[in-house]
């Protein structure tokens, strides 16, 4: 949902990559984070596949789990932080 955001909100901006500063920052920072959502669904994604191997995960072997959570964790917090800087700040 997220990337289908970003890739409309793309298309109707009317913004070109080298119009200003302010375009070329907020492509970088939204296409960098977008590439990072992609490789969380990725890495969500291969957790879900291996989960279906019988024994793959236990209760004691679960670390490909927990990497996965604290990456996906990691890229809400910096959407947080995008968000607040591109969106709510330039308002002000």
Do not use: P
């Not at 009317?14 to 970088?28: D, I, P, Q």
């Amino acid at each position: 949902v997220f990337l289908g955001g970003q890739v409309y909100e793309y298309m109707t901006l009317g913004y070109g990559l080298t119009e200003n500063v302010f375009a070329n920052c907020f492509y970088v920072m939204t296409g960098f984070h977008g590439l990072h959502v992609f490789l969380g669904v990725c890495l969500i994604l291969g957790v879900i596949w291996r989960s279906r191997r019988e024994g793959h995960y236990s209760n004691v072997k679960h670390t490909g789990i927990e990497m996965a959570e604290i990456y996906w964790h990691f890229v809400d917090i910096i959407w947080i932080v995008l968000f607040l800087l591109i969106y709510v700040l330039t308002l002000f």
